[in-house]
Antibody
Framework: QLQLQESGPRLVKTSETLSLTCTVS????????WSWIRQPPGKGVEWIGY???????KYNPSLKSRVTISVDTSKNQFSLKLNSVTAADAAVYYC??????????????????WGQGTLVTVSS | EIVLTQSPATLSLSPGERATLSCRASQSVSSYLAWYQQRPGQAPRLLVY???NTATGIPARFSGSGSGTDFTLTINSLEPEDFAVYYCQQRTNWPWTFGQGTKVEIK
């Protein structure tokens, strides 16, 4: 069972940069797409963007100007940076795999494995 | 952006009853509609993908149907662990989007 674990500061000041890292339990990071997803407390789920092990990225247009997602295959990690944060960026941030694998094939754009999530608070 | 609208917002049912959850898309997503379950304090879990395919390890009481813009998740005979929030998600167009969720609560 693949495991993902988010790490990084839980408290970020307004206008500063939120930085999180996701560590994948094996070298699967070299074979797939990896997403960041967030969920404000008591609210719905928002896909932030993904990175491919090759370094290719895709971002949600709503955040594109402030987001950078990168990968470090040597460490089995991928990372999120969100700059100029405001109170609206306070959320549980999840890292997740972006392809579902079954006996019938692979399905891009489905989130099969998730980290436990980390709550990031934004304060002034 | 494709907007997914789920209804109802809350569904109050008793164990053993059937739950029917709806997800409507602002434009066609073909069959690329998935459902996730989220229990309190946990990450979402993939239940159903591409409208009607149940993910590995998901009980047979979960089923999905629909096409185009209107989709349904049915949970036959609710078990205590099924009381949770359910989200639909589309992977047809960028950005991938989720519905706002339906909470299935114990009546």
């Amino acid at each position: 069972q693949l495991q993902l674990q988010e790490s990084g500061p839980r408290l970020v000041k307004t206008s500063e940069t939120l930085s999180l890292t996701c560590t994948v339990s094996d070298d699967s990071v070299r074979n797939d797409y990896w997403s960041w997803i967030r969920q404000p407390p008591g609210k719905g789920v928002e896909w932030i963007g993904y990175v491919h092990y090759s370094g290719t990225t895709k971002y949600n247009p709503s955040l594109k100007s402030r987001v950078t997602i990168s990968v470090d295959t040597s460490k089995n990690q991928f990372s999120l940076k969100l700059n100029s944060v405001t109170a609206a960026d306070a959320a549980v941030y999840y890292c997740a795999s972006s392809t579902y694998y079954s006996s019938s094939g692979s399905y891009f754009g489905l989130f099969q494995y998730w980290g436990q999530g980390t709550l990031v608070t934004v304060s002034s | 952006e494709i907007v997914l609208t789920q209804s109802p917002a809350t569904l109050s049912l008793s164990p053993g009853e059937r739950a029917t959850l709806s997800c409507r898309a602002s434009q066609s997503v073909s069959s690329y509609l998935a459902w996730y379950q989220q229990r309190p304090g946990q990450a979402p879990r993939l239940l159903v993908y591409d409208t009607s395919n149940t993910a590995t390890g998901i009980p047979a009481r979960f089923s999905g149907s629909g096409s185009g813009t209107d989709f349904t998740l049915t949970i036959n005979s609710l078990e205590p662990e099924d009381f949770a929030v359910y989200y639909c998600q589309q992977r047809t167009n960028w950005p991938w989007t989720f519905g706002q969720g339906t909470k299935v609560e114990i009546k």
